[in-house]
């Protein structure tokens, strides 16, 4: 029989407050497990059946921090069963809770959009060259940049058709919650094209330049150009450049080489030969634009085949790889765009042989 006094204490108990205690907000591996950060690189339609889905378009590979290399995914980008869909369910089984979590959906072509007419066209270079994802609670959460076209869906997770035919490139980081105003400053100079968001009232005042962004916002003055470290939850650090439509420059050339001090090889979108960017041979640091790429056991490809944003540094001894968002074009001055970096030599090990030829001077 207990006693007065212990009946008390346990009335007590029972009456505290249940407090759910929910996981952290981060990247998702192959197995739906917590990973600090992540790279994809989806491949082109390619015939070769070297790996699973990649007639269909919807291959690739994957590495992350835990990995030495990079493996093809069994399982391709139209299931739900890999790191992507992982990553993006924690939006959707949470964006409805908009007291707890912030979140920006962004995507020069639009996942909501189906339309690709002149207008369309026209309102799409008044925004940034930009492709993302960024989602927090107030214990952290992640960003996915790729160059995904109209990807991912606000509602639910579909992979986007108009992505299978050409290469893309995916980067997935976990940050604590700090870091979330360092990435609301780079959207602000990038000024993203913006079809779901989200700002929690409890985040407002600590991240001012997100709400700016979120109110139609975006970097008009100088400076031009934004260049943020950050480091992610478990501590590997990240470079951040960020380019508003007044920077008037590639990005690459001015921005990217200049500050990492090291010569680039970049692999992006180039079809009209007469946008693309002249070299500067001239330079300390000199840019190249890719020709072939080969990715693994996979068919080699051009890089008219690959729509991916990706850059590596051509010295062993400063080991940079980055993934971003704009072209090197010169239609691309007039857009804000990014890119982020991290110096990694294992990482820069597994994208260096996939940098077939290059031009040059």
Same mark, same amino acid.
């Given at each position: 029989?207990?006693?007065?006094?212990?009946?008390?204490?346990f009335?007590?108990?029972?009456?505290l407050?249940?407090?759910?205690?929910?996981?952290?907000?981060?990247?998702?591996?192959?197995?739906?497990?917590?990973?600090?950060?992540?790279?994809?690189?989806?491949?082109?339609?390619?015939?070769?059946?070297?790996?699973?889905?990649?007639?269909?378009?919807?291959?690739?590979?994957?590495?992350?921090?835990?990995m030495?290399s990079f493996?093809?995914?069994?399982?391709?980008?139209?299931?739900?069963?890999?790191?992507?869909?992982?990553?993006l369910?924690?939006?959707?089984?949470?964006?409805?809770?908009?007291?707890?979590?912030?979140?920006?959906?962004?995507?020069?072509e639009?996942?909501?959009?189906?339309?690709?007419?002149?207008?369309d066209?026209?309102?799409?270079?008044?925004?940034?060259?930009?492709?993302?994802?960024?989602?927090?609670?107030?214990?952290?959460?992640?960003?996915l940049?790729?160059?995904?076209?109209?990807?991912?869906s606000?509602?639910?997770y579909?992979?986007?058709?108009?992505a299978?035919? @050409?290469? #893309? *490139?995916?980067?997935?980081i976990? %940050?604590?919650?700090?870091?979330? $105003?360092?990435?609301?400053?780079?959207?602000? +100079?990038?000024?993203?094209?913006?079809?779901?968001s989200?700002?929690?009232?409890?985040?407002?005042?600590?991240?001012?330049?997100?709400?700016?962004?979120?109110?139609?916002?975006?970097?008009?003055?100088s400076?031009?150009?934004?260049?943020? @470290?950050? #480091? *992610?939850?478990?501590?590997?650090? %990240?470079?951040?450049?960020?380019? $508003?439509?007044?920077?008037?420059?590639?990005? +690459?050339n001015?921005?990217?080489?200049?500050?990492?001090?090291?010569?680039?090889?970049?692999?992006?979108?180039?079809?009209?030969?007469?946008?693309?960017?002249?070299?500067?041979?001239?330079?300390?640091?000199?840019?190249?634009?890719?020709?072939?790429?080969?990715?693994g056991?996979?068919?080699? %490809?051009?890089?008219?085949?690959?729509?991916?944003?990706?850059?590596?540094?051509?010295?062993?001894?400063?080991?940079?790889?980055?993934?971003?968002?704009?072209?090197r074009?010169?239609?691309q001055?007039?857009?804000?765009?990014?890119?982020?970096?991290?110096?990694?030599?294992?990482?820069?090990?597994?994208?260096?042989?996939?940098?077939?030829?290059?031009?040059?001077?």
């Amino acid at each position: 029989m207990l006693n007065s006094a212990a009946c008390i204490y346990f009335l007590a108990l029972f009456a505290l407050p249940i407090i759910i205690v929910s996981a952290k907000i981060g990247c998702k591996d192959q197995n739906n497990n917590d990973v600090d950060w992540y790279v994809g690189y989806k491949m082109p339609q390619i015939n070769d059946n070297s790996i699973p889905g990649i007639g269909e378009g919807a291959a690739f590979y994957y590495m992350d921090v835990n990995m030495d290399s990079f493996v093809p995914s069994s399982n391709d980008l139209f299931g739900n069963q890999q790191a992507i869909a992982y990553t993006l369910q924690q939006y959707y089984d949470n964006k409805a809770l908009k007291s707890d979590f912030s979140y920006v959906l962004y995507n020069d072509e639009e996942a909501v959009n189906d339309n690709d007419n002149d207008e369309d066209e026209a309102r799409k270079i008044l925004y940034g060259h930009t492709k993302g994802v960024v989602f927090f609670g107030k214990s952290g959460g992640f960003w996915l940049i790729h160059s995904l076209p109209k990807f991912p869906s606000p509602d639910a997770y579909v992979f986007a058709t108009n992505a299978k035919k @050409n290469g #893309q *490139s995916i980067l997935c980081i976990t %940050f604590e919650y700090d870091e979330l $105003t360092k990435i609301g400053t780079q959207l602000y +100079y990038n000024h993203p094209p913006i079809y779901a968001s989200n700002l929690a009232p409890s985040m407002e005042s600590e991240n001012p330049d997100l709400a700016k962004v979120l109110s139609k916002q975006y970097k008009i003055s100088s400076p031009f150009s934004s260049t943020l @470290n950050l #480091q *992610s939850r478990g501590g590997q650090k %990240f470079i951040s450049f960020a380019k $508003t439509a007044n920077f008037s420059l590639d990005l +690459y050339n001015s921005l990217v080489a200049p500050t990492l001090q090291v010569p680039l090889y970049v692999e992006t979108w180039r079809q009209n030969s007469s946008n693309t960017i002249p070299l500067d041979c001239k330079a300390k640091y000199l840019v190249l634009d890719a020709i072939t790429m080969k990715v693994g056991k996979t068919t080699e %490809f051009k890089h008219t085949k690959d729509h991916s944003k990706l850059v590596i540094s051509t010295n062993p001894n400063k080991p940079f790889i980055c993934i971003g968002d704009i072209n090197r074009m010169q239609s691309q001055y007039k857009r804000g765009g990014g890119a982020v970096c991290i110096e990694l030599k294992k990482l820069w090990d597994n994208y260096w042989p996939m940098f077939l030829t290059h031009n040059s001077c």
